[in-house]
């Protein structure tokens, strides 16, 4: 289906000083997709979003809302909403005050306005609230009126700024199902930062992979998880994270010794690759399956067992240290020995130096 682009990002840079915060962001956003930008502390993704808004001037490249290009175009006339992690709102006012200060500050007359905060907090569940001050909300009620604030302007783009980082975790599960929600019931193009990759991967359209100021990857949740395009995407997409083991090409070309310390084992790689080459093998942790001892590719101690009910988290006492996920409550000690197989098919291969996907 063809969609109109509603933000395009093409060359972006930004910089403080000597410091290079941006560096050559391209990004085309689709009228009515959800886009996460995701990546660890510092990597640039809030400074994006801010640069979005207008609350950072860009140093280079071009930046388009609805066709228009807004370099040099204030906040005000962008015609985006931002949701702040601090929710931001006045403490003076009530929930409808709150809701409806950007229409006041247009003139738009009270009768009006005051259909408008009824609209907007049945979408936002907040009927019933209207007359209460932000210090008789809860956390979870406070982002609804946020959200609220940000919906009765009717914007081409709403913007999110780890807007969940506040609730406790049970809270944050819940409101990222409401946000995903009410983006599809509005039809809306919303970019939301987070350094959450659950998040990212249960609430996104499309996923944004930030490092150092740099997109290291783009594209929808499940193609990142399925094939990360280096070794930084694999282990940050993903949980637990994915395990990383030192391998050497054989002689033939096809197969791989995955070196765990003590554990050296030959496996079939599938791919035909250049001998003795050096690469890093990664592996996720629900593709490793452990058998008894001796029966499979490799035998590893035990190191400990978490349970979560629902599922066993498996750490052994190897370098590097492996995690393997079963379903299950399973019922391994630590310090025991298990055998380990490992499906060809699931192998992630690796640049060793440069760390680019093989």
């Known amino acids: 289906m063809n969609q109109d682009i509603q933000i395009e990002l093409s060359g972006i840079e930004k910089h403080y000083g000597a410091y290079h915060a941006l560096r050559n962001i391209n990004l085309s956003i689709a009228k009515g997709t959800f886009v996460a930008l995701v990546g660890p502390s510092g990597c640039g993704k809030s400074t ?62 009270k009768p009006e306005a005051k259909i408008k905060a009824e609209e907007v907090a049945r979408i936002a569940g907040l009927t019933g609230l209207l007359d209460r001050y932000p210090r008789q909300l809860s956390g979870g009620q ?100 994915m395990n990383f083991i030192p391998a050497v090409v054989g002689e033939d070309g096809r197969t791989l010794t995955l070196d765990l310390g003590a554990a050296k084992q030959r496996i079939v790689s599938g791919n035909q690759l250049q001998p003795g080459l050096e690469v890093t093998a990664g592996l996720r942790p629900e593709h490793l399956d452990i058998v008894g001892q001796g029966q499979g590719i490799f035998d590893v101690p035990v190191a400990f067992v978490e349970s979560t009910g629902s599922s066993t988290f498996v750490a052994t006492a190897t370098t590097p240290e492996l995690t393997i996920v079963q379903t299950g409550r399973g019922s391994l000690l630590s310090g025991e020995t298990i055998g380990v197989t490992v499906d060809p098919q699931h192998l992630h291969l690796f640049d060793k130096t440069s760390g680019v996907r093989i």
């Open 142 to 241: 406070r982002q609804r009126v946020a959200m609220g604030r940000a919906i009765i302007r009717n914007p081409k783009a709403f913007l999110f700024d780890e807007p969940l980082s506040n609730l406790d975790a049970a809270l944050r599960v819940s409101m990222r199902k409401e946000i995903r929600a009410l983006h599809d019931r509005l039809h809306a193009t919303s970019v939301y930062v987070t350094h959450d990759q659950i998040e990212a991967m249960t609430m996104a359209d499309h996923v944004v992979v930030m490092r150092d100021g740099v997109i290291e990857q783009q594209g929808r949740p499940l193609d990142l998880y399925d094939r990360p395009a280096n070794r930084f995407v694999a282990g940050f997409i993903g949980s637990p994270a």
């Open 48 to 109: 994006l979003l801010r640069s979005l808004a207008g609350l950072e001037k860009i140093s280079g490249g071009t930046l388009k809302i609805a066709g228009e290009v807004m370099n040099d175009v204030p906040p005000r006339m962008r015609d985006i909403a931002m949701v702040f992690q601090s929710y931001a709102l006045y403490p003076h006012m009530t929930v409808e005050q709150n809701l409806t200060y950007s229409l006041r500050m247009r003139k738009v007359p």
